[in-house]
C-alpha cells in the first residue's frame, strides 16, 4: 500500500495490521479494539498466569513477515521488528515498569496508524 508515487515512502503497514487482526480473532480484544485491557497507566494490560509465555505468543505472530529483526541495544532479551521504514513491533522480556512485567509495543505509522504498549501481568490476587 502505498502513499503516492516519484520516491514517496511506502507503508508496510499492512502486514503488520493483518498480524494484530490475526491475533485479535485469537484473544479477547478491549472495547476499543485494542489487545488486552486499558490501564490506568495508559498502558493495556494482558492478564496471564504466565506472563512471559503470553508474551511470547504474541511476539511470535506479531512479527510474522517482517522485513527484519535485531536485538535491542541495552535490553537483553529484547528484539524489534520493522515492516519497512515506518512500523515497528518491539519486545522486552523486562520493562521499565515497576513489576518488571514484559512488554510489547506496537507502532503502525501508516495512513491509518496506532501505537500502543502491552504489559503482560499476573492476576491480581483476590483479598
Known amino acids: 500500500m502505498g502513499v503516492g508515487s516519484k520516491g514517496a515512502p511506502t507503508y508496510s503497514s499492512g502486514r503488520l495490521l493483518a498480524n494484530v487482526e490475526k491475533l485479535g480473532s485469537e484473544v479477547k480484544l478491549s472495547a476499543k479494539g485494542k489487545l488486552g485491557k486499558h490501564s490506568s497507566s495508559k498502558v493495556q494490560h494482558v492478564v496471564s498466569d504466565d506472563p512471559k509465555g503470553t508474551a511470547i505468543k504474541y511476539w511470535e505472530i506479531l ?49 491509518n496508524g496506532f501505537i500502543y504498549k502491552i504489559h503482560f501481568v499476573k492476576p491480581k490476587p483476590e483479598n
Open 63 to 111: 512479527k510474522t513477515n517482517a522485513d527484519k529483526e535485531r536485538p535491542l541495544a541495552k535490553v537483553p532479551g529484547g528484539r524489534r521488528v520493522e515492516f519497512g521504514k515506518f512500523s515497528h513491533v518491539t519486545y522486552r522480556p523486562k520493562s521499565s515498569s515497576k513489576d518488571k512485567s514484559p512488554s510489547i509495543t506496537i507502532n503502525d505509522k501508516g495512513p
